[in-house]
């Protein structure tokens, strides 16, 4: 009798799963360097945002829908010094990197820890309503189980607790 012919189907096994898990590692990392240019949403001429898509991975104050609708943030002061102090909250959150910003604008990018999935936040300032009106995103995938809806309620929460 063979001894190697046990351990055959194990050896095969194994291979499989080698194979298997090379083209996953593959298929992620081809995912993620074909992830879209900046993604800004915002249109200073009408002062509003793209509406979110029908996936759930968009949260926006000027959607009217539960899913992707979320309550703007009040403010009171100088329009250049809210951005200025935006800014510094999104710059003390982990993987953020802000991509313009004016006196009443900020459009930023953040990075998932692992796959380095990008979300495009913005931020417009209206001096006129008094309000922070915002739209966090997800440039690729389905749904992003939330994340964009809790980082602008800790973006909230930072915010009012003055920064």
Do not use: W
Not at 46 to 55: G, Y
Not at 104 to 113: G, I, P, V
């Amino acid at each position: 009798m063979n001894r190697s012919q046990p351990h055959q189907p194990q050896r095969r096994n194994q291979i499989i799963l080698l194979g298997a898990g090379l083209l996953l590692v593959t298929a992620l990392a081809g995912c993620a360097s074909n992830e879209p240019q900046s993604q800004a949403a915002f249109d200073p001429a009408t002062n509003t945002f793209a509406p979110c898509p029908d996936s759930p991975n968009c949260v926006s104050t000027q959607a009217t829908d539960a899913e992707h609708g979320i309550a703007p943030i009040a403010f009171s002061g100088d329009s250049a010094a809210t951005t200025a102090r935006l800014v510094e909250i999104v710059n003390s959150l982990p993987r953020s990197t802000i991509v313009a910003t004016t006196d009443n604008y900020l459009h930023a990018e953040f990075r998932s820890r692992i796959f380095r999935f990008v979300d495009d936040v913005e931020f417009f300032v209206d001096a006129d309503s008094g309000t922070i009106q915002f739209r966090s995103a997800s440039r690729t995938g389905y749904s992003d189980l939330g994340v964009n809806r809790k980082r602008m309620e800790e973006i909230r929460q930072l915010f009012n607790a003055g920064g």
